[in-house]
């Protein structure tokens, strides 16, 4: 049966984007069931709405606690009966209290190869740190911050000379990717979590062999030899 996807967002919305881009390409099958945002002027909110999505904007100024807040998003969830909450680009931690409303049922997509760069601008922290490889990180969400069952994740090369946004939108061309896919398996019923970790299983083949993924990314290049 389809599924419904419930996604929260705060912001421009490029990662909604993806999802309805996949969506109209056929190769994601979730139903895109409603859009809440905690910010009025999210750009994300006109993406959905130019495509007759449902959306809602819960500001969390207008609530005195987390839970408050977050007791009125899950009823607007419940009203859409979402299966599966997608935290794109949603910029509020998730309490216990919701959290436990959906049990293993939340994913979000981090900027970085978490457990790295945690919390807010995972970007800027990986340029000012100087690392040479950064990524993306689809996980389940638990009661930490950013923490949780990995389910996807995508690496990028980082040079001396990048700004934190060039940075950001390299890493945002991998997210456009792998939260799709992450939903799709999800959707698919293919995604199992076995303690902290989550087993993928493969459609045609029983295990997939390590070995035949794909080369690694070093950086800078290996020169001739090595
Ligand atoms: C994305 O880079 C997403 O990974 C990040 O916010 C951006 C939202 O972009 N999320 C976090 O930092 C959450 N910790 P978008 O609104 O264009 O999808």
Redesign the pocket.
């Known amino acids: 049966m389809t599924k419904n996807i419930g996604v929260l ?10 999802i309805i881009d996949k969506k109209s390409k056929g190769v994601l099958s979730a139903n895109i069931a409603v859009v809440i945002s905690n910010n009025e002027n ?3 909110l006109i993406i959905a709405k130019n495509k007759n999505i449902p959306t809602h904007v819960v500001p969390h100024k207008d609530f005195t606690t987390r839970e408050e807040h977050e007791k009125k998003i899950i009823d607007i969830l419940k009203g859409y009966n979402v299966d599966l909450v997608v ?5 509020r931690i998730l309490t216990k209290f919701f959290i436990s409303h959906y049990p293993e049922k939340i994913i ?5 190869l978490l457990p790295s760069f ?6 800027r922290q990986a340029v000012e740190y100087g690392v040479k490889i950064s990524g ?1 990180t689809v996980h389940f969400v638990d009661e930490k ?2 923490h949780g069952p990995i389910i996807i994740q995508g690496a990028v090369p980082v040079s001396p000379q990048d700004k934190r946004d060039d940075l ?1 939108q390299r ?2 061309n991998i ?2 990717r792998i ?1 799709p896919q992450a939903i799709q398996w999800i959707c698919e019923g293919r995604i199992k979590i076995q303690g902290t970790k989550v087993i993928l299983i493969n459609k045609n083949k029983p295990k997939a062999d390590i070995k035949d993924i794909m080369p690694c990314l070093i950086n800078p290049q290996l020169e001739e030899g090595f």
Not at 87 to 91: E, P, R
Not at 118 to 123: H, L
Request: hydrophobic content about 40%; aromatic content about 6%; overall charge negative.
């Open positions: 967002i705060s912001g421009t919305g490029t990662n909604l984007q993806s999210a750009y994300g935290l794109a680009g949603y910029m979000n997509i981090h900027p970085a945690r919390g807010v601008d995972a970007q993306a911050v950013d950001a890493i945002l997210e456009h939260l």
